[in-house]
């Protein structure tokens, strides 16, 4: 098969931009001074006008490997002349079992079963109907409450943004979701400023879980999605200790564990999963990006052993879920996805985030003391660096240190006033100075 080594860096000039309403992007800036990105190697973007830049966010949290993986392309340029598109329902293709197989088993066994997807927020949805289901499959039809956590980010479905708890995600789309409560964010300056790794203060905050059980009692509530580590709200890592009395708290009263590891599933956190990370076994998992290098759009919800058995009840004719998608276990996705694992096995990307901690640590709390700077959070290969907003006009300095960074040759993701960090996990302690450097100097020259 004959596929190009790289994809030629374009000479294209602007496109119009008229026709395209863009998704999370303040549409008229950017079509004003428009960022466009034509091919992708390794760590790096190469932009329309022919610039390098390097890539500090995994494109969106999602190119763990790096770009233009050849086994990857081959995969899926194999995939698509073999078999383009398979129906998964009532009907199924080797890839689809194969691929549920290896994810099983990346988990070590703690889940059971693969429910597939095509993207963290169909994955939430799914995770959260299967909740409901699964304890309406047990006799215990009442447990339909979802609690979510203030600063959530949970994709942008309804039943995502309704257990989400970002403000502006929520606030332009009518009364979401019924009976959906939250637990309070475990962001905090005053106590945890500069931690490094995950700060010591706030684990009591999950108790306040107990607080919304008593206030609707336990047989109404099916479960509770939270992210390990939140990402698009900030950067919020778990205080010590938060994320174990959640799931004792649950186990308590019978409510399901969710944990949205759309970001931090594939080796984020320098171990397979973040359960891995904190030990923490949650009831389901959700999961999306890094699952196919971001390559191919695919999620998954893993669900823990006995879920699934609870639903294969009654007649064997009957459909146990009703719940799916046309592209479910699409065999483009299968492809990529298994070419994916194959590049994290060999590699040993998915735990390669612990070997560059310590490196990446320093280097990113090396920015503490810049001007502006009001912390420095860091786990695995994660990094945060909040600032502090122009009077009146948030959000309008992250902007802008995210917008000279990639004048500069940098690409870094900002959201609120918090400069993120998330590099592919080939990364390079080279990449990594000149990615902090960058932005260090940047900060410095905007103050
Ligand atoms: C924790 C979490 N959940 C869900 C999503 C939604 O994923 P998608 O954009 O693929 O729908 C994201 C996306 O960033 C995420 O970070």
Known sequence: ????????????????????????????????????????????????????????????????????????????AA??????????FQMGHPKAFEL???????????????????????????????????????????????????????????????????????????????GVDHLPHTHDLAHNAFSRGQPAWGAHLADELERIVALHDAST?????????????????????????????????????????VITGFGRLGTPFACDRFDVTPDLITAAKGLTNGTVPMGAVFTRPGIYEAFM??????????????YSGHPLACAAALATLDIYAEEGLLTRGSELAAYWEEAVHGLAGLPHVIDVRNLGLIGAIELAPLPGQPTVRAYRVFNECYRRGVMVRFTGDTIALSPPLIIEKSHIDELVGTLGEVLRDLA
């Open 79 to 88: 995939q698509v002349a073999e078999l383009d598109y398979a129906p998964g």
């Open 313 to 326: 009840q009654g007649p064997e004719h009957v459909i146990e879920l009703f719940h799916g998608y046309t």
């Open 100 to 178: 549920a197989s290896r994810l099983i088993e990346l988990t070590g066994d703690r889940m059971g079963q693969v429910f597939y997807t095509n993207s963290g927020s169909e994955s939430v949805d799914t995770a959260l109907k299967i909740a409901i289901a699964y304890h309406r499959a047990r006799g215990e039809g009442t447990r339909t409450r979802l609690i979510g956590r203030e600063r959530g980010y949970h994709g942008v479905g309804f039943g995502g943004i309704s257990v989400g708890g970002i403000g502006n995600n929520r606030k332009f789309f009518g009364p979401l979701l019924n």
């Open 221 to 261: 509530i099916a479960a509770v999605i939270v992210e390990p580590v939140a990402g698009s709200t900030g950067v919020l890592l778990p205080p010590q200790g938060y994320l174990q009395r959640l799931r004792e708290i649950c186990d308590k009263h019978g409510i399901l564990l969710i944990f949205d590891e």
């Open 1 to 76: 098969m004959s596929i190009p080594k790289t994809v030629p860096p374009s000479t294209a000039t602007v496109p119009d931009m008229d026709a395209l309403w863009m998704p999370f992007t303040a549409n008229r800036q950017f079509k004003a001074e428009p960022r466009l990105l034509v091919s992708a190697e390794g760590m790096h973007y190469t932009t329309h006008d022919g610039r390098r830049v390097l890539d500090g966010a995994a494109g969106l949290w999602c190119v763990n490997a790096g770009h233009g993986r050849r086994r990857i392309v081959e995969a899926v």
